[in-house]
């Protein structure tokens, strides 16, 4: 006895599902890519405009970051007990660095010295002055408003005395309702949080 026929709606279903598949093909990936950017010219001129350049050696880091900021994904904060990940706005690299690197091309540009450099450093290069950083916040949350929360310790690095120990608490209105838009007013928290190393730096070396 032959087998059973295969209904020819099943052959028409399978036909579809094929012709569907090959007509898409692979699809784009709708990842999109964010980095953290440095104070404009107008900012960090406005800043320093009525400051003395500080030729200051100073190192930046270490920098810590919670565990939750290490990914890829960017975090929108939901309540003080949950955080949201974005399906595709990711970071274009890992955070940590990029928060290390615009912290130091800031404080560089408001100190107006030319010696700022990231930990670790070369030991031929051992700055004068080193700020270490605690992050414990750095996201937008749904009420539009970009957070940046850190302890941090000013020390002199020959001696390693704690010169200054501080908290800093920053908050900057995201001025849109884009990603574009949580990414820039969290660069301009960062520049309002290197406004305030930069000072008391200023301060500290003016006495010495």
């Known amino acids: 006895m032959g087998g059973r026929a295969t209904p020819p709606t099943l052959f028409g279903l399978a036909g579809l599902s094929l012709a569907a598949c090959l007509h898409l093909g692979p699809q784009p990936d709708p990842s999109r890519f964010f980095t953290l950017t ?10 320093t405009s009525s400051s003395n350049p500080v030729q200051v050696a100073l190192g930046v880091g270490p920098i810590n970051l919670p565990g939750y900021l290490d990914r890829e994904q960017m975090v929108t904060r939901i309540s003080e007990t949950r955080i949201d990940l974005a399906d595709n706005d990711r970071w274009a690299e890992p955070l940590e660095d ?4 615009v912290l130091t091309q800031d404080l560089s540009a408001l100190l107006q010295s030319d010696r700022v450099i990231r930990y670790p450093w070369p030991t031929n290069r ?4 080193q700020v270490e950083i605690e992050v ?8 539009r408003t970009a957070h940046l929360v850190a302890r941090w310790i000013l020390r002199d690095v020959a001696t390693r005395e704690a010169l200054s120990v501080k908290d800093s608490r920053l908050a900057e209105p995201v001025r849109g309702p884009t990603t574009d838009e949580s990414v820039a007013a ?14 008391t730096v200023r301060g500290i070396a003016s006495k010495q």
């Open 98 to 101: 990029n928060f290390a690197l």
């Open 38 to 47: 440095p104070l404009s010219q107008v900012e960090h001129a406005t800043v």
């Open 186 to 199: 969290l660069s301009r928290a960062l520049g309002d949080f290197s406004a305030e190393i930069a000072d």
């Open 136 to 143: 414990l916040n750095f996201e937008t949350d749904t009420a």
């Open 126 to 129: 051992r700055p004068t002055y």
